[in-house]
């Protein structure tokens, strides 16, 4: 009772307007000062007559009082400062309404490989379903001998396995086959992200399961809105793909298919269905609605790829970007290159750069974990000059593949596929440090 | 003591280092391989071109597995009833047909205008981002499939039922269990043949050398005689008992999908001649909430502490229609469109969203009171002010 008053006291004597007069007050003060500080180094040379760092000098509102207690937000929040780091939507990217829609991963301010649960990018067909996990059922059934239904308990009974990869839309980029659109990573490049999952491999729950020698085709069903529903080769099922309860080391979150999601590591995202409900085992494809004039890639011959399953080696350098350019640093100034490269085909095994378009190429190196069908971080020192470069990446894999140039993929897809372009990105610098997205073709 | 102990700790740990350093990489090299090594699919190649991790000495690629954890012996859940089994079996696909019902082109004409046309538009011409059905005669449309829009002026290809999709059983499925999209799986069996004959109808199909027309009954006979004028259209050939081996080697020639092979790595005067550069000519960024990198607090949203159940219900089931042009709706914020629903007088306007009116059903097809229901036609109108 005492705590809870003192509680109560603590917070209400950091009231909202008090708060909001000491910061006002506080940034006056320090725009006034810092443009002094900016004078004054540019005037004087080293650190000599250098105005003092308000930030330093004085003392700090939040050094003076007292904090949240730890009672406050006992699911934790990112800071308020921040908000800018956040899925954001694009009219252009629904189909006619939110609830068939994406939104897209911040990927200009990600970190390391692992995506935050609350930044993941999110695509649904029919909305975000809310499921009862105690109503959630999984049925595996069709060409087994032994159909099953299992709870969610019965589900995370089996032993687990805990992974890292990334999910991709295949429609990643598409927008951009006929020429740059968006001057932003994360609409260029953010439908997708990388998480730890934790589940259970398909085969595991096979072997007792006892599938048909007939079983080609297996069929994954959500069950929101939309039966998100899809076609998955038995090779696949029986090689690395997952049934996912746990992302990042909590439950998934509903926007990726609470409470149990498919996981087919490295291939298209649309094909990791969400909200599962059920598998069946068919000696023959489903044709299922998102396998028609969606998720097929048409050619200008007027063929289409269909069952396009993998998001094949791609890369994309997320610093500097149209989000973070280079309008802060001086010539001489060392600064990292930095960038994420992926493959569903394997595992990355070297990345290059380019500062003239594609002319001439370099060497990246590559750091942090280097994990199959994972996000791979790739790093180069660059010496900073001021001068206009088109820069760009270039990954590849230990499948053998590597990104195809623009040219070289247009050549063979057109320009009408939609889904599945992995050429060589490339941004500009200008003179000024500014950043822009562009194509460049011979 | 401290130093000594602190010093041989650090030599263990580089000895350590070192062999585990090795092994991981013997490991990776090792167990990485382009064809199956267990399995059904023993020695052959992995299905997307890609690789494969198999398990060697306890470990696929980086990660550590237990092996035993993975051989099965599990008796967790129980076998579903017959009842559940069928519940759950309703896949329509080209070797499980549809239920037997039948439907006519012109009442499915009806149920479309007042189901779907809000969405799709008249005659599934589409709309607002919603996909067209029907472009025209779907036999001639076909050809547009090699169409490629390389100037401003050029036509795309026409991606619809008609022209595009490889089987009409998908389109059953579709609209049985995921349309209308605001109410999924309302439909009767009948209701979707009159959508399906409906669909036909406008992408001017022939069933068995008959024109759908207007008078036209479909039932099951029928729906199973359907050849979609675009089936031979897609590749790799997944169907009949080949059809993952074909798969498996559509995907295995980099050719077939404008892939590239690392062979080809060039580093120096890759591009023979002139380069052009493309930049971004119209600029999409209607982006929300607008790019920013800025660390600063948040700008308070005024309405965030209205969220009462009109505004929720408004949020979750009317923006559909009336937060976006296009629909046919009055939408919300529009002054001029909703005083003009205004002026036949706040009765008129609450009958006619309790009855219905237009494209739109009755209570907008949520089952609200009359009294919530005005309460969120209040919400809306106040935010149109």
Redesign the interface.
Known sequence: MNDNNSQKNLQSSSNDTQNTLARRDFFRKSAALSATALAGTSIFAGTQAMADDPAIVNNVPWGIKFGDPVTKNLYGMPSEYEHNNTRRNAELLSSGNWYASIAMCPIQESEGIITPNGLFFSRAHGGIAQVDPNQFRLMIHGLVEKPIVLTLDQLKRYPSETRIHFIECPANGGPEWRGPQFNSVQFAKGMMSCAQWTGVYIKTILKDLGLKPNARWMLAEGSDNSEMGRTVPIDKVLDDAMIVWGQNGEALRPEQGYPVRLLLPGWEGNLCVKWLKRLEFSDEPFYAKEETAKYTALKPDGTAVQHFYVNEVNSIITSPCPEKPWTDLKKGDLVEIEGLAWSGNGTITGVDITFDGGRNWTEASLKGLVLPKAWTRFSFMYKYEGKPLIIGSRAMDDAGRMQPTIDEEVAVMGIESVYHRNSVATWEVTANGEVNNVQVRS | MFKLDRKSLVSISIITAVLVGFTAQADTTSA?S?T?TS???KG?L????????PVKNNKT???Y??SD????????????TPT??EA??R?V???TPPPEGHGTVSDGSELYDSKCAM?HGDFGSGG????SLAKGNAYDG??S??????SDTAD??N???GT????A??LW??IK??MP?PA?KSLTDDQVYALVAYILNINEMKIDGEVVGDSYDLDRAKFLKIVMPNKD????K????K??DN??AF?NN????????????????????????????????????P????????VKDKNANSGNAAKATYDATC??CH??DGMGAPVVGNKAAWEKVTSKGMDAVYHNAINGINGMPPKGGTDLADTDLKAVVDYMISLSK
């Open positions: 990485t382009k199956y399995g059904p699919n052959k992995v299905i997307d071109g890609g690789v494969t991790y690629s980086s990660y597995v237990n954890a993975q051989k099965g012996g599990y008796s967790y859940g129980r076998t579903p559940e089994l759950w079996s896949s696909t080209p070797k969405c607002s981002g919603y996909p076909v050809k499939l090699k169409n490629q829009r390389t795309g290809p991606r619809v039922f595009y999709w490889p089987q059983s998908t499925w579709y269990e995921g999209h999924p259209g897609f590749v790799p997944i169907d009949g008992p059809g993952l798969t498996r995907f980099p050719k077939n999908i404008g892939a590239k092979t690392s062979k080809a790595r060039c580093m120096n005067n890759c591009i023979k001649g002139e380069t052009k550069v493309t930049r971004i000519k119209i600029e999409t960024k209607d982006f929300l909430p790019l920013s990198i800025v660390r600063d607090l948040p923006s559909m937060g976006a």
